[in-house]
C-alpha cells in the first residue's frame, strides 16, 4: 500500500479536490443547520433546545426521522468512506489510522440514536445529537488535515 507522501502527482491532486470538496460538503451541511435555526428561538445563537425541536418539532413523525436518518446515513457514507479510504495511507501508526477512520461512523451512529431518542425519550437526549454530530465533524476535519500535510509536505519514502 502506497503512503500518502509517496503518490504520484495525479493522485495526490486528484485526493486533494476530493478531500476539499467533502469537507466542503461537510461545512455546507453544518453552516444550513446554523443558518436556518438561528435566531429561531428565544436566542441569536443555535441552541439546544433549536437542535431539539428539530425530532421534535410539529409535523416531525416517526417516519419524517426515518426518511432523514436514510437519506443522511446514505449520503455520508461515501464520505466518511472515500475521507477514510484516504487517511488510512497516511504515515501514521496503524492503531491510529483504525481510530480516526472509524470514529466518524461510529460518532454518526451517536448522532442518529439521539435523534430518535430525543423524539421518543426525552429532550435532554440532544446533547448525544450534538455531541455525535461534533465528534464526526471533528474527526473528518482532523482526518482531511492530517492527509493533506501528508500528501504536500510530509518527506517521501519516510
Excluded: N
Aim: charged share 10%; glycine share 10%.
Amino acid at each position: 500500500m502506497k503512503r500518502l507522501p509517496d503518490l504520484p502527482l495525479e493522485l495526490k491532486m486528484l485526493a486533494t479536490a476530493t478531500l476539499i470538496f467533502a469537507g466542503l460538503s461537510v461545512l455546507m451541511g453544518f453552516a444550513y443547520i446554523v443558518a436556518s435555526h438561528q435566531g429561531a428561538g428565544s436566542s441569536y445563537w443555535i441552541g439546544a433546545s433549536d437542535i431539539a425541536a428539530l425530532y421534535t418539532g410539529p409535523g416531525v413523525s416517526m417516519a419524517t426521522l426515518i426518511s432523514l436518518a436514510h437519506i443522511h446515513l446514505l449520503g455520508l457514507l461515501p464520505i466518511f468512506a472515500i475521507i477514510g479510504f484516504i487517511f488510512v495511507h497516511s504515515t501514521l501508526r496503524r492503531g491510529w489510522r483504525i481510530f480516526w477512520s472509524m470514529l466518524p461512523f461510529l460518532a454518526f451512529l451517536f448522532d442518529v440514536s439521539g435523534w430518535f431518542l430525543t423524539k421518543m425519550v426525552a429532550l435532554e437526549f440532544v446533547y448525544l445529537v450534538i455531541c455525535g454530530g461534533a465528534t464526526f465533524i471533528l474527526s473528518l476535519g482532523v482526518m482531511i488535515l492530517i492527509s493533506l500535510y501528508q500528501i504536500w509536505f510530509a518527506r517521501a519514502g519516510a
